[in-house]
């Protein structure tokens, strides 16, 4: 069973940056496809980033440029630097996960592990 662990989280200035992990357990990393989620009350999760267990990545728009995805193997953990943040990136951000080979997926009903999520808060 894989569970996953967000942290780093919190309330930043517009502008800032942020850094969020996602600590892995029952798999490793590299067996694993991970993405980002967030929620907002008027969204339900919107896809962040994205990175399969072969080591490809994708980003949806508003991401690119500004926020990266990466993983440590020996730490089994999963992040995301966020810079420039805006105040419309206020939500609660999640890590997903599943085992399929090698696959890189923007939908979040491709992936079946999830953590318990960590609220970032942008102010304006």
């Known amino acids: 069973q894989i569970q996953l662990v967000e942290s780093g989280g919190g309330l930043v200035q517009a502008g800032g940056s942020l850094r969020l992990s996602c600590s892995a357990s029952g798999r490793t990393l590299n067996m694993l496809n991970m993405a980002w989620f967030r929620r907002t009350p008027g969204k339900e999760n919107e896809f962040v980033a994205a990175?399969?267990?072969?080591?490809?990545?994708t980003y949806e728009d508003f991401a690119k440029g500004r926020f990266t995805i990466s993983r440590e193997v020996t730490k089994n953990t999963l992040n995301l630097q966020m810079s420039s943040l805006k105040p419309e990136d206020t939500a609660v951000y999640y890590c997903?996960?599943?085992?399929?080979?090698?696959?890189?997926?923007?939908?979040?009903?491709?992936?079946?592990?999830w953590g318990q999520g960590t609220q970032v808060t942008v102010s304006s």
């Open positions: 990175i399969s267990s072969a080591g490809a990545f």
């Open positions: 997903a996960a599943n085992s399929r080979p090698n696959l890189l997926s923007l939908l979040a009903e491709h992936y079946d592990s």
